[in-house]
């Protein structure tokens, strides 16, 4: 949240850090501390905004690549994922998104969010990590 604050007074900023998720879905994540990105800036589009992400994680991957290789060595981790991460990362909209699932046989409906399974589901057709783009804005009703 303190991003959200931050960027009207300094137009590019970005948070790593802890956030807890509770998951609709009563599974092995519903309660869960998770890492995120954050970053947000002022006066830009949405492409802008997903080409400053993807930067920045393509930074860090390279960093921990090129200086830090050590660490994946003493932890017994293969550093080929770090490869994944420096490609260009795709873009689908979400309409696309529904289509793939709908042609893997699920029952998603436009407007759907997706379950942990149809998430991992989805994520398995890519090597590297992508964006969804262009998601629906659900019609709001209010009640008196």
């Known amino acids: 949240m303190y991003v959200d604050a931050l960027v009207g007074g300094l ?4 948070a790593i850090n802890p956030s807890f998720r509770r ?12 890492w995120q990105l954050q970053a947000d800036m002022s006066w830009t589009s949405n492409e802008d905004l ?20 050590d660490l994946y060595t003493m932890a017994g981790l293969d550093m080929s994922h770090l ?3 420096l490609q260009p990362y795709a873009r ?9 699932m709908r042609s893997l046989g ?10 942990q399974e149809q ?7 890519f090597d590297r990590p992508y964006f969804i783009t262009d998601y629906p804005q659900k019609k709001r009703t209010v009640r008196k």
């Open 11 to 14: 137009e590019k900023v970005y």
């Open 23 to 34: 998951e609709r879905e009563a599974t092995n994540i519903h309660l869960v501390e998770i």
């Open 50 to 69: 997903l080409a400053m992400e993807e930067s920045l994680i393509q930074h860090l991957a390279r960093s921990f690549k090129d200086k830090h290789s």
């Open 83 to 85: 490869d994944a991460l």
């Open 92 to 100: 689908i909209t979400y309409t696309e998104s529904v289509e793939r």
């Open 106 to 115: 699920y029952r998603f409906k436009f407007g759907d969010d997706y379950s």
């Open 119 to 125: 998430s991992d589901v989805l994520s398995a057709i």
